[in-house]
């Protein structure tokens, strides 16, 4: 991983491949072993050569300006996108208003009780 002057743009530099993640048009990331998954709220998704653990340090690194949080052992979602928290469906419904795409992700409620009571404490 790179850092670059742009505020909130990441670089992964591998041997094949160059990716950019813009922060602003992340939905969320998804663990996948020791790889995790990034979902753009345009529907594209691309998976980095990095753990969620250090994905998580680097978003909590003082360059990056776009808030996340992390939610369960295998999720990290872009506050700014949540637009619907539905517990008995146990599903997290994610939208940039600016284009038709939504995201719908799953996970447990528990998990998504303690993210409504982030919000309602704020």
């Given at each position: 991983?790179?850092?670059?002057?742009?505020?909130?743009?990441?670089?992964?530099?591998?041997?094949?491949?160059?990716?950019?993640v813009?922060?602003k048009?992340?939905g969320?990331?998804?663990a996948d072993?020791?790889?995790?998954?990034v979902?753009?709220?345009?529907g594209?998704?691309?998976?980095?050569?990095?753990?969620?653990a250090s994905?998580?340090?680097?978003?909590?690194?003082?360059?990056?300006?776009?808030?996340?949080?992390?939610?369960?052992?295998?999720?990290?979602?872009?506050?700014?996108h949540?637009?619907?928290?539905?517990?008995?469906?146990?599903?997290?419904?994610?939208?940039?208003?600016?284009?038709?795409?939504?995201?719908?992700?799953?996970?447990?409620?528990?998990?998504?009780k303690?993210?409504?009571?982030?919000?309602?404490?704020?």
């Open positions: 991983m790179e850092n670059n002057k742009e505020i909130g743009i990441l670089y992964f530099n591998t041997r094949d491949e160059l990716i950019r813009d922060l048009t992340v969320y990331f998804k072993r020791n790889y995790t998954d979902y753009f709220m345009n594209y998704r691309v998976t980095l050569p990095i753990n969620m994905l998580e340090k680097m978003l909590n690194g003082q360059f990056v300006s776009v808030p996340f949080v992390r939610i369960g052992r295998s999720l990290i979602v872009g506050v700014s949540i637009v619907h928290i539905h517990l008995p469906k146990q599903e997290l419904v994610l939208c940039n208003m600016n284009s038709s795409c939504i995201l719908k992700v799953n996970a447990s409620k528990e998990t998504l303690k993210l409504k009571e982030l919000y309602i404490n704020k």
